[in-house]
């Protein structure tokens, strides 16, 4: 229904007409310019002018025209379809029939219904292939997807064929999809438990580090194999050949059979590491694809080598020792300077105890420092040459006044915020036991920060006790005191532990090794190890002299697997830096090599990473009919087995909610906005002109 409206009152419309019949008045009433013509053509002209001035007239008081639209909707039919691994295997060779069955399902509802295909698996998607390849069964996703995009909609049905297997997302019973339309559920696959062995799970770490030992726990399932005998392996994958590293037997005792089994391995080898976990084939069993299952571990060789050398023997060593072996990735070797056996240019950080000292300079130590640019901490005693020490860094300057010494304990400036320390530590230190400290004048750097002060009795100086900085590219500390083991003893006898001792130094210890990486060209991953049908993402960032992200050159990238097969790749370049998606590779280890061509010079970056199979579809070979069975009591629908889809649209026909919907969309705009009045007013005011043009008044 349409009608028309104005926003001024309607007894307006008597001016426009007034208005229009006071123009044709002035100009042609009486008129005596075709007094040789018909009086007719007087009052033609008149009733022209009339028609188009009241028209412009009312066009201004801006009528609206308001339209009622309506609209009908026919239900909604959503078919959703698991095409899962599982699924496939289940259908076999009756999947051809099936899908046609489902082909039909669709043609016959489309002639009354909308209706919408959707496959689901590891994710939603529009449309149902017969690939049937995915990895994972998300039944859950699947109904809140269909929720999310339908909801407020007509939906009249859903219809859902899966064999009630999920392996990812949550119980579909519980997702959280308030579906207003019945589920009608197509229950596949076989529920019988077939005779057969799986390695159901593995749990591990994703990572571990190089040289320490790690457990793997296998969980081992059997159905009807009761009376069998068979054998865990545990195999390490390298180049594609398998090493057998553990062998256990296991006996099936009883028809459904679970058994959980723990085994340790060692890191051996730096890098990311394949494992397959397999049992025994068993007389008459079903399958044999779920027997195994493989496992990436990254294996870091991120231990750092600490050395801490002193002039001579001194608890402070052990004190040091003790507070960085708690660390699994440091390695402590403690030494004096006379009996040092391994050269200092092995060590990725070391801690110097009253070195340089007055009777042994350690030049050989400090020019291996200096040359191999291996961060360090100075500790300050009595026995330190003070004239050596000064040359030796460029953080903090010590000038002795005589050779008396101080007894100092340590207390906080704010200011600091290299790192963070924890309340308890910076409430606890500065009540410990005093460390000895040099008599002199101390001058920190510009460029340093000191974290401790000195306290000398109850007099808070400004001398500092503890100074972090960096002097020729290498990160050095200085404690200017000896005599921290009093601090580990006292830490445990307020607390009965070390935590707050070991905080300490971890922390230092941690802000001076910790190795800036300098690269001008760098490549980076989100992770080392990725499923198998998940895309690979590299990052990479290319700097110039200045350290300025720039990314005018072309950079390339080739990934070869463990046969030597290349994948060459050329980067995209977003913003300032770079990007690759490599797409889906197969399972296996990978290396790659990022090169750039900039400022003369090729810069390259190498790395590794994984791909790793998803077996989830290979574990669970017995179709849940009871799921599927409840969806549809919960969304008040029915089952239907594969064999009969078609009554399918005759049980949605005769459901009363599943009924067309009229919308009704009221649309209002401006009478303006109609290019036909415009050609109207346009004719009526020609044919004004033509007439009296033609009969000679212009």
């Given at each position: 229904m349409?009608n028309?409206?104005?926003?001024?009152?309607?007894?307006?419309?008597?001016?426009?007409?007034?208005?229009g019949?006071?123009?044709?008045?002035i100009?042609?009433?009486?008129?005596?310019?075709f007094?040789?013509?018909?009086?007719?053509?007087?009052?033609?002209?008149?009733?022209?002018?009339?028609?188009?001035?009241?028209?412009?007239?009312?066009?201004l008081?801006?009528?609206?025209?308001?339209?009622?639209?309506?609209?009908?909707k026919?239900?909604?039919?959503?078919?959703?379809?698991?095409?899962?691994?599982?699924?496939?295997?289940?259908?076999?060779?009756?999947?051809a029939?099936?899908?046609?069955?489902?082909?039909?399902?669709q043609?016959?509802?489309e002639?009354?219904?909308?209706?919408?295909?959707y496959?689901?698996g590891?994710?939603?998607?529009?449309?149902?292939?017969?690939a049937?390849?995915?990895?994972?069964?998300?039944?859950?996703?699947?109904?809140?997807s269909?929720?999310d995009?339908?909801?407020?909609?007509?939906?009249?049905a859903?219809?859902?064929a899966?064999?009630?297997?999920?392996?990812?997302?949550?119980n579909?019973?519980?997702a959280n999809?308030a579906?207003?339309?019945?589920?009608?559920?197509?229950?596949l696959?076989d529920?019988?438990?077939?005779r057969?062995?799986?390695v159901?799970?593995?749990f591990?770490?994703r990572?571990?580090?190089?040289?320490d030992?790690?457990?793997?726990?296998?969980d081992?399932?059997?159905?009807?194999?009761?009376?069998?005998?068979?054998?865990?392996?545990v195999?390490?994958?390298?180049?594609?050949?398998?090493?057998?590293?553990?062998?256990?037997?296991v006996?099936i005792d009883?028809?459904?059979?679970?058994?959980?089994?723990?085994f340790?391995?060692?890191?051996?080898?730096?890098g990311?590491?394949?494992?397959?976990?397999?049992?025994?084939?068993?007389?008459?069993?079903?399958?044999?694809?779920n027997?195994?299952?493989?496992?990436?571990?990254?294996?870091?060789d991120?231990r750092?080598k600490i050395?801490?050398?002193?002039?001579?023997?001194?608890?402070?060593?052990?004190?040091?020792r003790q507070?960085?072996?708690?660390?699994?990735?440091?390695q402590v070797?403690?030494?004096?300077?006379?009996?040092?056996e391994?050269s200092?240019?092995?060590f990725?950080f070391?801690i110097l105890?009253?070195?340089?000292?007055?009777?042994?300079?350690?030049?050989?130590?400090?020019?291996?420092?200096a040359?191999?640019?291996?961060?360090?901490l100075?500790v300050?005693?009595n026995?330190t040459?003070?004239?050596q020490?000064?040359?030796?860094?460029?953080?903090?300057?010590?000038?002795r006044?005589?050779?008396?010494?101080?007894q100092?304990q340590?207390?906080?400036?704010?200011g600091?915020?290299?790192?963070?320390?924890s309340e308890?530590l910076?409430?606890?230190l500065p009540?410990?036991?005093?460390?000895?400290?040099?008599?002199?004048?101390?001058?920190?750097?510009?460029?340093?920060?000191?974290?401790?002060?000195?306290?000398?009795?109850?007099?808070?100086?400004d001398?500092?006790?503890l100074?972090?900085?960096?002097?020729?590219?290498?990160k050095v500390g200085?404690?200017?005191?000896?005599?921290?083991?009093?601090?580990?003893?006292?830490?445990?006898?307020?607390?009965?532990?070390?935590?707050?001792?070991?905080e300490?130094?971890?922390?230092?210890?941690?802000?001076?090794?910790?190795?800036?990486?300098?690269?001008?060209?760098?490549?980076?991953?989100?992770?080392?190890?990725?499923d198998?049908?998940?895309?690979v993402?590299?990052?990479a960032?290319?700097?110039?002299?200045?350290?300025e992200l720039?990314?005018?050159?072309?950079?390339?990238?080739?990934?070869?697997?463990?046969?030597?097969?290349?994948?060459?790749?050329?980067?995209n370049?977003?913003?300032?830096?770079?990007?690759?998606?490599a797409?889906?590779?197969?399972?296996?280890?990978?290396?790659?090599?990022g090169?750039?061509?900039?400022g003369?010079?090729?810069?390259?970056y190498d790395?590794?990473?994984s791909?790793?199979?998803i077996?989830?579809?290979?574990?669970e070979?017995?179709?849940?009919?009871?799921t599927?069975?409840?969806?549809?009591?919960?969304?008040?629908?029915a089952?239907?087995s594969p064999?009969?889809?078609?009554?399918?649209?005759?049980a949605?026909?005769s459901?009363?909610?599943?009924?067309?919907?009229?919308?009704?969309?009221?649309?209002?705009?401006?009478?303006?906005?109609?290019k036909?009045l415009?050609?109207?007013?346009?004719?009526?005011?020609?044919?004004?002109?033509a007439?009296r043009?033609?009969?000679?008044?212009?």
């Amino acid at each position: 229904m349409d009608n028309i409206s104005f926003q001024y009152p309607v007894w307006y419309l008597f001016l426009c007409f007034a208005l229009g019949g006071l123009f044709a008045g002035i100009l042609y009433y009486r008129s005596t310019a075709f007094r040789s013509q018909s009086s007719t053509l007087n009052t033609l002209l008149g009733l022209l002018r009339f028609a188009a001035v009241s028209l412009i007239a009312i066009l201004l008081l801006t009528p609206l025209l308001r339209r009622v639209v309506r609209e009908v909707k026919n239900p909604i039919i959503l078919i959703a379809q698991d095409q899962s691994e599982s699924v496939g295997a289940a259908l076999g060779a009756q999947k051809a029939a099936y899908l046609s069955s489902l082909n039909a399902l669709q043609a016959e509802l489309e002639g009354e219904y909308e209706v919408k295909t959707y496959g689901f698996g590891s994710e939603v998607r529009e449309g149902i292939d017969s690939a049937f390849t995915d990895k994972q069964s998300n039944i859950a996703e699947a109904l809140s997807s269909l929720y999310d995009l339908y909801s407020g909609q007509n939906l009249g049905a859903v219809v859902l064929a899966s064999d009630g297997i999920y392996n990812e997302g949550s119980n579909p019973l519980y997702a959280n999809a308030a579906l207003d339309a019945p589920l009608f559920s197509i229950p596949l696959g076989d529920t019988t438990a077939q005779r057969d062995l799986l390695v159901k799970r593995v749990f591990h770490n994703r990572i571990v580090y190089l040289g320490d030992k790690f457990s793997i726990q296998v969980d081992l399932a059997g159905d009807n194999a009761a009376g069998s005998n068979s054998r865990v392996n545990v195999y390490k994958i390298v180049n594609g050949k398998a090493s057998l590293l553990q062998q256990e037997a296991v006996t099936i005792d009883q028809n459904n059979w679970f058994e959980t089994r723990e085994f340790i391995l060692d890191a051996d080898q730096a890098g990311v590491q394949r494992f397959r976990i397999t049992l025994g084939e068993i007389p008459e069993e079903a399958t044999l694809v779920n027997n195994s299952k493989d496992i990436f571990i990254d294996v870091l060789d991120a231990r750092q080598k600490i050395l801490v050398l002193g002039n001579a023997p001194h608890p402070d060593l052990t004190a040091f020792r003790q507070a960085l072996s708690n660390n699994q990735n440091y390695q402590v070797t403690t030494a004096t300077v006379d009996n040092l056996e391994e050269s200092p240019s092995e060590f990725d950080f070391i801690i110097l105890h009253n070195l340089p000292s007055r009777s042994k300079a350690a030049t050989s130590v400090l020019n291996a420092i200096a040359s191999q640019q291996i961060p360090h901490l100075f500790v300050v005693g009595n026995q330190t040459d003070l004239p050596q020490f000064n040359q030796a860094q460029r953080v903090l300057s010590i000038q002795r006044r005589g050779s008396s010494t101080n007894q100092v304990q340590a207390y906080f400036k704010p200011g600091f915020n290299l790192f963070q320390l924890s309340e308890d530590l910076k409430e606890q230190l500065p009540g410990y036991t005093p460390l000895t400290a040099v008599f002199g004048d101390y001058n920190i750097e510009s460029s340093a920060s000191a974290l401790l002060y000195q306290r000398i009795g109850k007099v808070e100086t400004d001398y500092p006790l503890l100074v972090l900085g960096e002097g020729s590219g290498t990160k050095v500390g200085v404690l200017g005191g000896e005599g921290v083991w009093r601090w580990r003893l006292f830490d445990y006898l307020q607390n009965q532990d070390h935590e707050r001792f070991n905080e300490l130094i971890g922390k230092i210890v941690q802000y001076l090794s910790l190795k800036e990486d300098k690269r001008r060209f760098r490549i980076s991953l989100s992770k080392n190890i990725f499923d198998e049908n998940e895309p690979v993402y590299f990052d990479a960032e290319l700097y110039n002299q200045s350290f300025e992200l720039v990314n005018d050159p072309d950079a390339s990238l080739t990934v070869k697997d463990a046969a030597g097969k290349e994948y060459n790749f050329t980067f995209n370049k977003a913003g300032n830096a770079y990007r690759l998606n490599a797409g889906i590779l197969p399972v296996g280890n990978y290396q790659f090599t990022g090169s750039v061509f900039f400022g003369g010079e090729r810069l390259t970056y190498d790395g590794q990473f994984s791909i790793q199979p998803i077996q989830l579809e290979q574990y669970e070979t017995t179709a849940d009919h009871n799921t599927m069975r409840l969806l549809s009591e919960q969304y008040g629908g029915a089952v239907y087995s594969p064999e009969s889809i078609s009554e399918i649209a005759a049980a949605i026909r005769s459901r009363d909610t599943v009924k067309p919907v009229i919308y009704e969309t009221a649309q209002t705009q401006p009478i303006i906005n109609f290019k036909w009045l415009f050609a109207i007013l346009l004719l009526l005011l020609a044919s004004e002109w033509a007439l009296r043009r033609y009969f000679g008044s212009y």
